[in-house]
């Protein structure tokens, strides 16, 4: 059973690094974010927290579930500056993938930083804006932590 805390997405090109590569690795370092307010929401992630997985670009649509497996820790890509990663685990395809379109058309998910802050790769949901999109894509938040 999860226990999670936080509820966060995260986005990927998908010609970068696509769901399917991250489900066929069952886990990953999230490293290379350089920008200040998404490393920030890089450390507020705790072991357990769940993650949205959008892939970005053409696509633009949330594709899968993951769990946050190891907390913020400093990025071994990043040369100079104070820059940080998280191991995240796939958990789950979402059944039917959530366009932005569809996010955008919801009036509750209005104001999330998907939709207000596009080019923003890691931002924090609240766990009803995190369970419409799960349920958006076919399963309810309860299914999934049990």
Not at 68 to 92: K, N, S
Not at 93 to 106: A, M, T, Y
Request: charged content about 25%; overall charge positive; proline content about 6%.
């Amino acid at each position: 059973m999860l226990t999670p805390k936080g509820f966060f997405l995260v986005k990927q090109e998908p010609a970068d690094y696509p769901w399917d590569k991250f489900v066929a690795e069952r886990q990953t370092a999230w490293t290379g974010v350089r920008n200040f307010q998404a490393r920030n929401f890089l450390r507020q992630m705790r072991v357990e927290d769940l993650v949205l997985y959008y892939h970005s670009g053409k696509e633009r649509a949330v594709v899968g579930v993951a769990k946050v497996i190891r907390e913020a820790y400093p990025d071994p890509t990043a040369h100079e500056g104070d820059w940080f990663c998280v191991d995240l685990q796939a958990l789950l395809p979402l059944p039917q993938k959530v366009s932005l379109s569809q996010i955008k058309s919801e009036p509750t998910l209005s104001k999330i930083p998907l939709v207000k802050q596009s080019r923003l790769s890691v931002m924090s949901l609240s766990r009803e804006e995190f369970d419409k999109i799960l349920r958006l894509g076919g399963i309810t938040l309860e299914n999934l932590i049990g």
